[in-house]
């Protein structure tokens, strides 16, 4: 086992340089250097006073070297001290700001946010599909094929718009933000705690939805598959009780294979949460990535993406892991 | 001998020999669903795509009052009276003293009935044709606005009908230039094998492992904003083609090997056919099916991501009229609340989207040839 994770680690090297160089790709991407505006802005500020501390942000950022020369002390300095480089954007009140100290606000956030889905997924699909799959065809399975392929088929935001105007309408809740005006800046409270869960449901429903409809349609193949076999007739023909067969055999071998569906379940929850982060305005790294690019922030940006990318990486080796230790038919020698 | 010929030939299409596609257009029949998510996309094609300037009852920068509420269409009037040729009601203005807003309510006094193969707004159809006659449209004073008007005054109905172009052929666009790349790259990957196989499947892994709408989000940032409708359009195209071609590589490579061991690819070896034969002649065909299926499911991911794209702002712009453009009007709970109508070109993209994903499953179904139902 323990041989079998270090592979995975070392595997992991290459893996998170590619993406580096994506992200870094990214970074350089827009036409003009990435210094262009903020150098017209300084100009205009300062005059010619500012032509000094122009010169100094270029040959930090090595601008008047090829772009694979740049690279290099890009992720040399994010391995080595955490430095992202600078947010040049004044999107977020102070004009000059590390990426990193962004980041790490907002970090939290988006996990939280990606793991709550990802449970919340879990929870709801797993007994929907277990249903659909022992009561095949009945009124219940084709309501929930029904909502599945709706669910797929409907774009992030306009299901985030949708729920914010039902929520709206029905309960006089008007969502977005983390908490609610009255709650900002407060000190926790139960009444804040509150506040801050129901901001949360909708995002989460959201973001889930998608993934959801995927994984039922998954699992309730894999158990159909597990109910035709001999073992379950058995079990039926000794008189256990219809829940029990349900649940202790066949349900367990359908659901492992759910734990693999992490490595892209996570892309999936991280290109959702982009969205409806912008449309319910939450403060996580989907939005940071939206505002970064709009104001051509580009070192702030491509972390972004670095950020996600790594997130999923690390994401998908845990569940392997996960994976090859439950299931008792991997081998991982 | 002639006329032994021909009986052999009689007798074997009475035997029922039948193609491949053909058994699969049998299966394909046989799923409902997927059959009705066929013609509403042949239908929604035909206006959206090659006929929307004669659907549409206006051009899509045709002004009339902002934030006109949509038109029911009525057979029966106020009195109860049926009315054989449809009909909308005009609109009344109110003033709400208390928001200063105007409010437009349903004038039962104005009532203009629906006039089919009118003369219209002149335009000229695939840019070519001049031509004034619309579909549908009503006389002279009267205004047919059926999902009412945008923040501009414009048809919210016209304006879906001719997003339907843009947003309809991007997909498939996008998805033509993924199947060149997939099967290009997987091809290479699966027929070379070796360390080019595992260089490119890794590179496929690392693709996949970054988030689709970020790096969408990241690329199409990076188009200039002085680029003109044409060439934005094509730069999103590729640019999502540039992510989704992945899934198709994987599927091509792994059909690609599993095909090469196969009896009948040996024996095409055996006797010297060259190694373009053996692909165009015995493995292209054989994987082709699954190829369109996942084709056919890729598309409705484009159509997805065009309109998140738009609805940000970062992937097509105005003046182009696209369905995610469109839905960028209604950007936050304030608009919603107000102009609820503006969500329904999102109605039109689920349509879309569902429509393909039934077609797409069908076909999967179909081209499953283990499959017995």
């Known amino acids: ?333 | 001998m002639r006329q032994n010929n021909e009986v052999t030939e009689t007798s074997r299409s009475e035997t029922v020999s039948r193609t491949q596609w053909q058994l699969i257009w049998r299966q394909f029949t046989k799923h409902r669903l997927a059959l009705i998510g066929l013609v509403v996309l042949a239908v929604l094609y035909f206006i959206g795509v090659l006929f929307p300037e004669f659907f549409a009852p206006h051009s899509p920068n045709e002004r009339f009052e902002s934030y006109l509420p949509p038109q029911r269409i009525r057979f029966f009037d106020a009195d109860g009276n049926f009315h054989l040729r449809p009909f909308v009601y005009g609109w009344q203005e109110e003033l709400d003293m208390a928001t200063w807003r105007t409010i437009y309510t349903p004038d039962e006094t104005e009532i203009y009935p629906i006039q089919f193969f009118v003369q219209g707004t002149p335009y000229r159809l695939w840019g070519t044709f001049e031509s004034g006659l619309r579909f549908m449209g009503v006389e002279e004073g009267g205004r047919l606005c059926l999902w009412g008007t945008d923040n501009l005054g414009r048809d919210v109905f016209s304006r879906t009908i001719y997003a339907m172009r843009i947003s309809l052929t991007i997909g498939l666009v996008g998805v033509g230039i993924s199947l060149l790349l997939g099967l290009t790259i997987g091809g290479i990957s699966g027929l070379v094998g070796g360390a080019v196989d595992n260089a490119i499947q890794r590179f496929i892994e690392v693709i996949m492992s970054i988030p689709t709408i970020p790096l969408w989000m990241a690329l199409a940032a990076a188009v200039p904003r002085q680029w003109s409708a044409l060439q934005v359009y094509f730069a999103i195209t590729i640019i999502l083609s540039f992510v989704g071609w992945t899934g198709l590589a994987r599927v091509v490579r792994s059909k690609f090997i599993s095909l090469r061991e196969m009896d009948f690819v040996m024996a095409a070896q055996g006797y010297n056919a060259s190694q373009t034969t053996i692909i165009s002649q015995h493995l292209v065909p054989n994987f082709l099916s699954y190829v369109f299926v996942n084709l056919t499911l890729a598309i409705p991911d484009m159509i997805l991501a065009e309109t998140a794209l738009s609805f940000l702002g970062l992937g097509l712009r105005p003046p182009v009229v696209s369905l995610g453009v469109l839905l960028s009007r209604a950007q936050d709970l304030r608009t919603v609340s107000m102009h609820p109508w503006l969500l329904i070109p999102g109605a039109v993209v689920v349509i879309v989207v569902l429509a393909f994903n039934f077609v797409g499953d069908g076909l999967r179904d179909a081209a499953d040839p283990y499959q017995l139902s």
Request: net charge positive; aromatic share 14%; glycine share 8%.
């Open chain 1, 1 to 333: 086992m323990a041989v079998y994770i270090l592979r995975r680690l070392v595997y992991l090297i290459p893996t998170v340089l590619l993406i580096s160089i994506i992200s870094f790709a990214v970074i350089n991407a827009p036409p003009g250097d990435i210094l262009s505006s903020q150098v017209q802005e300084l100009e205009q500020q300062y005059g010619p006073a500012a032509q000094r501390q122009i010169e100094a942000l270029r040959t930090r950022y090595g601008l008047d070297q090829p772009v694979y020369m740049r690279y290099f002390p890009w992720i040399v300095g994010i391995i080595t001290r955490l430095d992202f480089g600078m947010s040049f954007s004044g999107a977020y009140g102070i004009e000059f700001r590390p990426v990193v100290d962004i980041l790490a606000e907002r970090l939290g956030y988006t996990v939280l946010i990606s793991v709550l889905t990802l449970g919340f997924t879990w929870v709801a699909a797993i007994p929907i599909a277990v249903y659909s799959a022992a009561w095949q065809r009945s009124v219940f399975d084709y309501v929930f094929t029904f909502i599945a392929f709706v669910g797929r088929s409907m774009p992030n935001f306009l299901l985030a718009l949708l729920l914010m105007y039902f929520v709206y309408t029905n309960f006089g809740w008007s969502l977005g933000g983390m908490f609610s005006s009255e709650y900002v800046g407060q000190p926790w409270s139960w009444g804040r705690f509150v506040d801050f869960l129901r901001n949360l449901v909708v995002p989460v429903i959201v973001i889930g939805t998608a993934g959801m409809a995927t994984i039922v349609r998954v699992l309730r193949a894999t158990m159909l598959d597990e109910l035709g076999k001999d073992y379950v007739q058995t079990a039926r023909a000794k008189g256990v009780p219809e829940w029990k067969v349900l649940w202790t055999h066949p349900v367990k071998v359908a659901i492992l294979p759910i734990v693999s569906t992490i490595g892209w379940m996570l892309p999936m929850i991280f290109s959702g949460s982009v969205i409806t982060a912008i449309v319910l305005n939450l403060p996580t790294i989907g939005l940071t990535l939206y505002t970064a690019l709009r104001a051509q922030d580009m070192y702030l940006a491509g972390s972004c993406v670095l950020v996600f990318s790594v997130l999923t990486v690390i994401g998908t080796l845990i569940s392997d892991i996960i994976l090859a230790k439950i299931d008792p038919r991997i081998r991982y020698d």
